[in-house]
């Protein structure tokens, strides 16, 4: 591979790996370019090495990383491609160079070879025959050099703009037109030609067309996965991101729970450590000295050594009730990943009775978790219980860093709801949040006890898709640390 | 690129045979990242569990260069003052009391306030020179002339605000002092970062350097390490030695040894004349291995099974 088509192949790759979530910035890529300059492009382990330095900056980004270099870097002719089939190929193109006829003839009888035949000087007076010679094609295959036939491709893949490919379904559709583009009709007209009058031939020139077809289909393949797979993917977590929470589908939850792990790390690496300069503590003697010398060395400007980690807490209660379900299951998955990278996070659930899960969310897995909770706390909603238990269970705890999630709808069925108790929570707390799935046009109608509670809380909101949850807990982590 | 300064760093395969001769065995891939390192000018950020020779890397990068190694052993709390330049305030004050006298001189014969401040204007910001800064570990290694190995150990240890500082001395071989200017390294050091993961580094930084994670090493690579580095062990010995190890790594324990505390246990033997593993001898000499008691423990337990591992059955 030369190396300008090694570095088009290499851009091509990081498109790739930014849709495998690794992020990777315009200069890294410069020096992915250096680095592959360096390497070479001759040793696939070394060429793995070494963007790996480069681009993979992490253990999670390694993992992916290796994961996309397989796929897009694909040894699918083994034979070829790695370092010991390098001697062998070179061995073998030696061999049909000295003695044509090695690899293609074991048997010699009346019928001629597809080798004989091009060999033949009267085959220049046959049109189809001459054409087939002529085409660059047939030599690349015929001298079987692996590097010369994927130029051919490249070629051909860039005439036939199969980079342009963005839909599954497109995939014959541009594997017929890379093989136009490769000239395969010749091969054709020929493999017509023959089919009848050298049956050996024939055969030969099919397999030459199906191994050529293999490989046409692949680079396309790849062109989806790497051109369109990615677009497919963003489009679809976009979606998701907007659909009402109550309405995704079983078949989504995979998709669903990646996209809240990559949320919930999102968060947590904006607001994850935030330190600030506290002035009290050891006294820091060099910088105070350091300060004094404006002052004729007496220590007027203080400089102190403590530095105050600000460990932001919170609490989130979930309402896991059946009004709620559809919502609690997701909300839930959040919280699990929320607490995974936010580790002062503690979790209640509940119906009427409340109880925190926060162990079982850092014990078991996911679906694991959830489902518990669900079997255990599961019911009928009465907060007024529940918000009574949560005082005893965890209003000892709260302080002035603690942030109070509530997620749930607020209906009551029709009994009192003991808003004092949430009152007592606010008293206490740095913020209270109510999260509600439903729509603000329904707060306060039927049972919903929505309107009174919005005036204990800090922030009550409307919250059933992702992204408004995600923009929420946002804000929430801000004004923790802010203020 | 600066491929003149470290000649010896010019081909991956020449790095895997001089560090092999100064005893540390590299994988390929640890001499592909260093190799890239030297031709790329960029650092290195080394993670990976206690004891895999993070540190070493850098020693033996500094031995096989030939160039000095300036350490910066990062903790907690460290900060622009210990990492990078101090002004030397005793100094400094001493001077301006000493010097107060001389002012007579500068000012004689000045008529005027106006005309005092202009002369003092034109002696310059004398208590702001060089003279009075004290390199700490990052000066140092810039004001190197030739080229140098600088290792920033267990920068996760350092705080998150000390990363924003190491910035610019890792992108640009530079440091700013707002006195006096920009200082331009004499000649760009090699740099390795370690980190034992015990949290997360902050983008800015991982953008930097280039990643290398040194895992536990593979069987056939640990005995090489033992082989190089404790030669007067009996290499039947050392296999087992090396088998034992592995196979105490899959247990569930608080700390799995480590690739120094594997040499330490060879050395141990070797001072024991010993020739061979059983289980007496394992029994006395775990507590090198092994650092927490419960672990020393669930071994014991399982002694007969991970001996019959070491002998290869």
Known sequence: MTPAAG??????????????????????????????????????????????????????????????FDLFFAPQYPDTKTPAGEENRDDASESSQNNPQDNSSTNTDSEQSLEDLLQNPSAENDPTLAGLMNSGLMNALRSDDEGTLAMAIEAAAEAAKVDEIRLFTQRGQFTRKLLDALGETALRDAAIEFEKTQPRAFEEIQRLRESLRHRARDRVERAYLVHAA??????????????????????????????????????????????????????????????????????????????????????????????VAAYAKFLLMFLYA???????????????????????????????????????????????????????LALQDINKATTVIILGDARNNNSDPRLDLLAEIKAKCKRLIWLNPESRLAWGTGDSAMLPV?????????????????????????????? | MDTTLYPQLDDVNAISTAFGDAGYICTPRIATVVYLAAALNKPILVEGPPGVGKTELAKTCAEVIAKPLVRLQCYEGLDEAKALYEWKYGKQLLYTQILKEQLGDILGGAKGLKESIQRLHSTGDVFYAKEFLEPRPLLRAMEQDDGAVLLIDEIDKADFEFESLLLEVLSDYQISIPEIGTIQARSKPMVFLTSNDTRDLSDALKRRCLHLHIPFPSIELESRIVTARVPELESQLSDQLVRFVHAIRELDLKKSPAISETLDWARSLVLLHANQLDSGLVHDTLNVLLKYEEDIVEAEGQLGKLLKIADGL
């Open chain 1, 7 to 68: 570095s088009s192949q290499l851009l091509a790759f990081i498109k790739f790996l930014r849709g495998k979530d690794v992020p990777v910035s315009p200069a890294d890529t410069l020096d992915a370019v250096h680095a592959a300059g360096l390497l070479g492009y001759e040793d696939r382990t070394t060429l793995r090495d070494g963007l790996a330095a480069v681009l993979a900056k992490s253990t999670f980004e390694k993992s992916a990383y290796l994961e996309a």
């Open chain 1, 454 to 483: 919005t005036q204990h809380c800090h922030l009550a909101s409307e919250c059933n898709n992702l992204r408004q949850l995600e923009r929420i807990i946002d804000t929430l982590l801000s004004a923790m640390h802010g203020n």
């Open chain 1, 338 to 392: 929320l607490q995974d990278v936010l580790p002062r996070t503690r979790s209640f659930a509940f119906s009427s009775s409340l109880g925190e899960v926060t162990n079982w969310f850092s014990e078991f897995p996911v679906e694991e978790a959830v489902s518990r909770v669900n079997r255990v706390y599961g019911g009928a909603t009465d907060y007024a219980r529940a918000l009574s238990d949560f005082n005893d």
């Open chain 1, 230 to 323: 990615g677009d497919t993917e963003d489009f679809l977590d976009e979606a998701l991101a907007e659909v009402r929470l109550a309405n995704i589908s079983p078949h989504q939850m995979a998709r669903m729970r990646k996209l809240m792990d990559r949320m919930a790390r999102k968060l947590a690496s904006r607001h994850g450590r935030r330190r600030r300069k506290k002035r009290r503590g050891q006294l820091n003697v060099p910088m105070t000295l350091r300060a004094s010398v404006a002052t004729d060395g007496i220590p007027f400007n203080t400089h102190w050594r403590q530095i105050q980690r600000k460990k932001p807490q919170v609490m989130a209660i979930c309402d896991v009730s059946g009004s």
